[in-house]
Nanobody
Framework: QVQLVESGGGLVQAGGSLRLSCEASGRTFSSYDMGWFRQAPGKEREFVATISWTSYSTRYVDSVKGRFTISRDNAKNTVYLQMNSLKPEDTAVYYC????????????????????WGQGTQVTVSS
């Protein structure tokens, strides 16, 4: 059974940084794309960033480009989201997700492509 456990959320002032982690278990981590999504109060869940199973490709939503970096450590079965220059509008619950199918030919980034989800971690950015 695939399990995803996020950590690293918290309260930070605008301009600060946080690093989110998501540890996966239940299958061979290195064979699957990994993504981060977020949901702000009263809003729909949105894509934030994704990294391919090869680690060669990444993709970001425009609003976080240049500020957030996604990476993975296959030896630790963990994907990270380094968030710098945080803004109040980054406040949301952040979710880690992964597809059911391995070896994606094209990097996954749409919500329907992700089958397994973590429980989420709260990020709050104060102004």
């Amino acid at each position: 059974q695939v399990q995803l456990v996020e950590s690293g959320g918290g309260l930070v002032q605008a301009g600060g940084s946080l690093r989110l982690s998501c540890e996966a278990s239940g299958r061979t981590f290195s064979s699957y794309d990994m993504g981060w999504f977020r949901q702000a109060p009263g809003k729909e869940r949105e894509f934030v960033a994704t990294i391919s199973w090869t680690s060669y490709s990444t993709r970001y939503v425009d609003s976080v480009k240049g500020r957030f970096t996604i990476s993975r450590d296959n030896a630790k079965n963990t994907v990270y989201l380094q968030m710098n220059s945080l803004k109040p509008e980054d406040t949301a619950v952040y979710y880690c997700a992964t597809p059911k199918a391995p070896y994606s030919a094209d990097i996954s980034y749409q919500e329907w492509q992700f089958d397994y989800w973590g429980q989420g971690t709260q990020v709050t950015v104060s102004s």
